[in-house]
């Protein structure tokens, strides 16, 4: 049989050196995989979920521990099976016509593998389980004998020990009866999704991955010509849970921490003020901050909660009041400001619309490119830049089967779908006093 065909793509495409290339005593980072929804963190609502995290920084292993298809044969129910040779296992695949496929695997050392799923203890590296959006958290934690719908063992990648160090899902074939490969689908489904780029253009699509990494359509039908190699900003959905990979080119040419702190800085030296004076517009690093301003969805304009006009709520087709039962989504928090469609005349030119209070996307990895932040998903509030918000904004994420929403990667609640999914943070200079 012959080797996992090597496919070297997306991870240096222009040849130019980066520090990933460069000798190093630490080890090689081959990139980072973000779990979508929790800004960077993880408050566990059961128990036993200490083991989890937001963000997995996959490395090169100290010793490779790739494995590779060796022989494959096939015998009748009254033959004798060929006993495996030395560092070797087996995988037996039993047929309805009384034939029985035997697949052999050996060590590869030219890849790592690293594997995921809601197991907790090894061989997983990667223990994620479903998302709970935001606004659900505090009223799923009550739910202590729900059922995750994450496999334990979900899906693995394979990741080249060399340059370019190219990370896809064991092999790009199909043969079922030619070479005889095992094959099949998970119980629980791992979908994957490649933004457009212009090597590949058009609309994104999911597509469901086979135990081997050959692509099928939501129909079922094989696509040859679709890749499973993760490039920078894939879509890996574990059917509960999305994650996010992301190289470590693309990770050291965005948004980074100190870059970060310099923009929330450099909004905060401002100084904006209300009218009144009474407070400043700053924004906070807490995550439900009582400082930080207020943002009107038409205009997006910003103010504070003291010195505005009076804020009140109104009924209207919120997700969690109309749509919760059929995106199975069950009850919300009804004390979240995500939840609520709160109505305001805007300070600054007297519009009224819907308004929410803003809150930051402290998750750098979740960010696409380095810029400003000037920018904010709608209803949720998180603050972005224009490239993040514009790139999750034409994603489709599957919420439940066969249903696909766009929702904010911060913290996972579904983006407004009637009006604008973002807009830009509108601070009128000339209007706001300053010291």
Known sequence: MSNPKKININT?????????YEPRSEPIVYGELVVLGYNGTIAPYRSNEGTRKSKY????????????????????????????????????????????????????????????????????????NETVPDFQREERSLRVDEKSTVSR???????????????????????WD???????????????????????????????LSVIGNSY???GVWIPESRNILEDCTLIDLNGVVLIWRSVIELEKGMTQPSFDQYIEDFNSKLYKCDSSKCHLKFSKCESP??????NFDCGHISCNVCSS????????????????????????????????????????????????????????????????????????????????????????????FFTVRQCPFCAYPLDKENKTYTKINVEVDHYNTD
């Not at 240096?12 to 990933?20: A, D, E, G, L, M």
């Not at 009076?310 to 969690?320: F, H, L, N, V």
Request: proline content about 10%; glycine content about 6%; some cysteine.
């Open 178 to 208: 030619d070479d005889m490969d095992v094959d099949g689908f998970t119980p629980n489904g791992v979908l994957l999704l490649h933004p457009s780029t212009p090597e590949f253009p058009g609309v994104a699509q999911w597509r469901e």
């Open 217 to 219: 359509s939501s129909e």
């Open 12 to 20: 240096n495409p222009n040849n130019k050196p980066s520090s990933i």
């Open 310 to 401: 009076p804020i009140r709520e109104i009924m209207g087709p919120t997700y969690d009041r109309v749509q919760s039962s059929d995106l199975g989504l069950g009850n919300t928090n009804p004390s979240s400001n995500q939840n609520r469609n709160y109505v305001r005349v805007c300070p600054v030119c007297q519009l009224e619309s819907k308004c929410t209070q803003l809150r930051l996307g402290v998750e750098t990895s979740l960010y696409i490119g380095n810029e400003p932040l000037e920018y904010c998903f709608l209803p949720c509030g998180h603050v972005s830049n224009k490239s993040t918000v514009r790139f999750w904004s034409e994603l489709q994420i599957r919420l439940v089967k």
């Open 290 to 295: 009582n400082e930080n301003p207020w943002i």
């Open 57 to 128: 920084v996959i490395k090169k292993r100290k010793s490779p521990n790739g494995i590779r298809v060796t022989s494959s044969y096939r015998y009748r129910d009254k033959q004798r099976p060929v006993p495996p040779g030395e560092n070797r296992y087996h995988i037996v695949l039993e047929k309805k016509n009384g034939i029985t496929l035997v697949q052999e695997y050996s060590p590869d050392p030219r890849y790592d593998i690293y594997q995921a799923g809601r197991y907790k203890t090894d061989p997983i590296d990667i223990h994620v």
């Open 153 to 175: 063992f979900a899906c693995r990648f394979l990741l080249e020990r060399i340059p370019p160090y190219t990370a896809y899902h064991e092999k790009q074939r199909m043969p």
